[in-house]
């Protein structure tokens, strides 16, 4: 391909920032890509591998420290105004204004882009329909809820119709309806407009709409092609594997993929267990460790050979292990009983007029993992934030660790740990200094706050000295982990720990959770990686405010009608839709 026919090209691109102690950190490492035109194409790779960097030299923010980029047959480093003037970025963290109006922020993005009245009426009305925020344009963006607030940004992105659009993980904390309607967006532009579009992202079903997949690591790109070519790499390593009557799926996945010298990767999935074996894995050897389980083989997946790239990359560095591969902690055993650790009465809770959750009840078993599952803005944070003793509820009972929260909600939280959807440590000082503080705010001291902080250091492989703000989005998340888990609660609650973190260091996560929860730790997590409700014992699927279905992931799958076949995503999908259909058309019958 010629570079005229290109969007991007790049040659030995390098980017190096200061690092912990000055120790310096190259971001890219000799990058070269070329992209084509009138395409979707995906960046795909753990945190730190130099994905948002480079978006940001292709966006014209930061220029190379060598190597040579052109974008849209443009030099980015002697013309990045140009660039600019033809592109439209969102990044991470879109910049909208929360005090303004749905219609006042498309306004105000109009306005610095000199798109004119004429113009933008034709693209407002298109971007609106497409969005489905027509409805709410007097509506402030800081009242939409996190689906929406994405969609608003694309659009915001989009006022005027650019020759490339840049993405950086655009999906990131928003709930699986509201990312199907983000991607139905985008595949629209490059249809009907033949727009180019560059994305970055930690979900490989949107890596596999893509026309073309760059897989980074550690500043360099391991692999490219388009993603059947890409799935080639796993083909005849994937199986699938179930594991006998009462024993969780994540027990088994925990052994596999504990087995390095076997295994490459290991996932629960729809009761059963996906792996990919080592490609010199011995059969018996396999057999020996499946303890007589029949495997049987499975179409290979994306994510098969992102994971497979990643696990030989590690190989060939022998001398740095996998920097996402956590210790498992060692399991501390708490007393069984039957009681529930948390019970749920008829909870509610209102701001106002509004009613953030209505009329909840559930039952949490000590020792389980339960899941509470919903769309942006379904009350999930609320339900968390009530069961953590840090918002009162408006009515119900709720009783945690035995404690009832309305007259013993201080006491309740020396019990529980708490890891928040954003980052809520101090950015400004160092890990150590963060653990020093909350370790002391949950009362230890002198040797047992050492010894627990260099637990957690340990376990989490955090690097003492390193700044907490300057650290990647995986990291910052082990920290939150980490602190967390200083005072070795009985109870655990997650809210949306992964979002934002890719594969490989969702797959390490989940190895600490399962090991929690093995040494008796109870744990309650939100989350909007639906594959993540595998993990789980049961989960609560929850929308405006009110749980629509109970049970076991697969008793929830049946619900949904795809037990057989269907995966945990499209059970949720199906879930919501059916109950606001007929919420729809109740409404509609008590207007007639």
Known sequence: MTEAAATIVAEG??????GPGGKPVHALDGVSLTVRAGELTALVGPDGAGKSTLLRMVAGILAPDEG????????????????????SYMPQRFGLYEDLSVQENLDLYADLHGVSQEQRQQRFQRLLAMTDLAR???????????????KLGLACTLVRSPDLLVLDEPSVGVDPLSRRDLWEIVQ????????????STAYMDEAERCAQVFVMHQGKVLADGTPAALRERARGLTGIVTPPDGVPARDLQARLIDATELIVDAVPSGGSVRFIRQPDAAPGKLAELLQGLPAHGRPEELEDAFMLLLRQHHA????APPASDLMPPKAVLRSRDEKPVIIVRDLVRRFGDFTAVASTSFDVRRGEIFGLLGPNGAGKTTTFRMLCGLLPATSGHLEVAGLDLRTARA?????????????ALYGNLSVHENLQFFGGAYGLRGTALRARIKAVQSQFQLDPVAVSGDMPGGYKQRLAMAVGLLHEPDILFLDEPTSGIDPLARRSFWRTITA???????VVITTHFMEEAEYCDRIAIQDAGRVLALGTPKEVREQAGTAHGGDMNSAFIAIVEQARAQGHQSGAEKVA
């Open 13 to 18: 691109l390098r980017k190096v920032f200061p």
């Open 188 to 199: 629209q532009l490059v249809d009907d407009e033949q727009l180019s579009v560059i994305v």
């Open 316 to 319: 060939e560095q022998e001398d």
């Open 68 to 87: 040579r980029l052109q974008v849209l047959g443009m030099d980015a480093a002697k013309d990045a105004q140009g660039i600019q003037d033809r592109i």
């Open 136 to 150: 709410f344009t007097s509506r402030p963006a800081g009242k939409l809820s996190g689906g929406m607030k994405q």
């Open 411 to 423: 006491q309740a939280r020396g019990r529980i740990g708490y890891v928040s959807q954003k980052f």
């Open 516 to 522: 929690l929860v093995q040494g008796g730790v109870t």
